[in-house]
C-alpha cells in the first residue's frame, strides 16, 4: 500500500509506502529518489534516501479518527454550534443550530460560508431581531467570553447564547457560539418564582409563628406572626442563632 508518488522534477521521485520487516512488522516509510543522467540525458544511476515515518503516520492517524469523532459529537449535540473563522466564515456547525435558525441545509453545506448573512437573514425569527444584531456585534467587539445571554424568538422559545473568542498565539483566530434551549427551565424557574411568592405572603401573614434555620442553626426567615409575638423585627434575628435567641427569649418571658 503507497500513497500516490509525486514527482518534483525530471527523474525525481517522491512517495510514502508500507512496507514488511524481516520480522514481518509494517513500516511506513517515504522515499526520495533521483535519476542521474549522463550528459546525452540518459539515466545511468538512481539514488535515493529511505526515512521511517511510522510514528509520524500513526501520529496523523490517531489525529484523524481524534477529528473524525469530535465531528460526530459536535454534529450531535443537544445544543446549536457554529465555529467561524476569524473573518466569520463557517468552518463548523451542527444540526440542532440548523434547526434553531431554520436553515434549511446541511451543516457541511454552511462551510465558508459568512455566518453574518445566515444571521442577518433569520434574524426575524427573535421578538427584537435588531438586538439579537447589535448584541452578537458588540460581544464580538468585546473579545471576551460571554455566558448566558437569554434570547426569546417570536415562537415563544428562549435560547441560551453563549461565545468564546478562539486565540492562537494571542491573536483571535475565531468565534464559538453555542445556543441552547433553555424554554423549560425559564418556565419552571418563573413558576418557581411565583409558588414561592405566593406561599411567602401566606406565612408571613399567618397567625402562627414560623421561624426558618439553616443546618447551622443559624435564622434565615421569620413570617409576622412571630415577629408580634417575640418583639423582634427579621432584621434583628437574621443570621443570628436559633438556640441563642431561644436562650434571651426565655430570659425575657421568665
Known amino acids: 500500500i503507497r500513497d500516490q508518488p509525486r514527482s ?92 434553531f435558525f431554520q436553515i434549511d441545509a446541511q451543516p457541511n453545506e454552511l462551510i465558508g460560508i459568512d455566518c453574518k448573512l445566515v444571521l442577518e437573514k433569520n434574524k426575524f425569527l427573535f421578538k427584537d431581531p435588531s438586538f439579537f444584531i447589535r448584541r452578537m456585534r458588540d460581544v464580538i467587539s468585546g473579545e471576551i467570553e460571554v455566558f448566558g445571554d437569554q434570547l426569546e424568538m417570536v415562537d415563544g422559545t428562549i435560547l441560551e447564547r453563549n461565545y468564546t473568542p478562539i486565540r492562537v498565539s494571542g491573536k483571535i483566530k475565531g468565534f464559538l457560539w453555542t445556543f441552547r434551549d433553555i424554554t423549560l427551565e425559564k418556565k419552571y424557574s418563573l413558576s418557581l418564582e411565583a409558588q414561592k411568592e405566593k406561599y411567602s ?54
Open 8 to 99: 518534483r522534477g525530471l527523474g525525481d521521485v517522491y512517495k510514502r509506502q508500507r512496507v514488511y520487516t524481516k520480522k514481518k512488522e509494517i513500516k511506513w516509510v517515504q522515499i526520495n529518489a533521483t535519476t542521474v543522467f549522463d550528459k546525452n540525458n540518459k539515466p545511468i544511476a538512481a539514488q535515493g534516501i529511505i526515512r521511517d515515518i511510522t510514528k509520524d503516520k500513526e501520529a496523523q492517524e490517531l489525529l484523524i479518527e481524534s477529528k473524525n469523532r469530535l465531528s460526530v459529537l459536535v454534529l450531535n449535540l443537544n445544543s446549536g454550534v457554529v465555529l467561524e473563522d476569524e473573518h466569520r466564515k463557517i468552518i463548523s456547525s451542527n444540526i440542532k443550530f440548523c434547526k
Open 201 to 254: 405572603n401566606i406565612i408571613a401573614n399567618m397567625n402562627l409563628g414560623l421561624m426558618e434555620v439553616n443546618t447551622d442553626d443559624e435564622i434565615l426567615m421569620i413570617n409576622q406572626g412571630f415577629s408580634n409575638m417575640s418583639g423582634y423585627s427579621e432584621e434583628e434575628l437574621l443570621g443570628k442563632k436559633s438556640d441563642e435567641f431561644s436562650k434571651t427569649l426565655d430570659a425575657h418571658l421568665f
